[in-house]
């Protein structure tokens, strides 16, 4: 089991924005050491830059280049996969990911 930190859109800006919901992630724990307050946390996070929270996920407008990320993962021998997609609209993510991702994914290694 293997959990998949991934962000997908048709638009690369908006792939890349919506890692910054979980810009925390980012963070270094030197960084993160000593901070309790979940107030201090989100400023801490806000101002990561997209391009620094985005290094922690699969980033991309192309199906082919997630299959190619994801089939890493296969050839380890992982079969079950939970996918974690940063952005707020999880609808959009879902509907988009399982119509242009994972019938490339299944063909792929059927």
Same mark, same amino acid.
């Given at each position: $089991?293997?959990?998949?930190?991934?962000?997908?859109?048709?638009?690369?800006?908006?792939? $890349?924005?919506?890692?910054?919901?979980? %810009? #925390?992630?980012?963070?270094?724990?030197? /960084?993160?050491?000593?901070?309790?307050?979940? #107030?201090?946390? /989100?400023?801490? #996070?806000? %101002?990561?830059?997209?391009?620094?929270?985005?290094?922690?996920?699969?980033?991309?407008?192309?199906?082919?280049?997630?299959?190619?990320? &994801?089939? /890493?993962?296969? +050839? &380890?021998?992982?079969?079950?996969?939970?996918?974690? %997609?940063?952005?707020? +609209?999880?609808?959009?993510?879902?509907?988009?990911?399982?119509?242009?991702?994972?019938?490339? &994914?299944?063909?792929?290694?059927?």
């Amino acid at each position: $089991m293997i959990e998949m930190k991934v962000s997908f859109d048709t638009d690369r800006v908006r792939a $890349m924005e919506d890692t910054r919901h979980w %810009a #925390a992630l980012a963070l270094s724990p030197e /960084e993160k050491t000593g901070v309790e307050d979940p #107030a201090e946390m /989100e400023k801490l #996070a806000d %101002a990561v830059p997209a391009e620094r929270a985005a290094k922690r996920w699969i980033v991309s407008t192309d199906p082919d280049e997630h299959v190619e990320r &994801l089939s /890493e993962m296969i +050839d &380890l021998g992982f079969t079950t996969w939970f996918f974690h %997609a940063p952005g707020p +609209d999880q609808i959009r993510f879902l509907d988009l990911y399982s119509s242009e991702v994972l019938p490339r &994914l299944r063909d792929g290694f059927r």
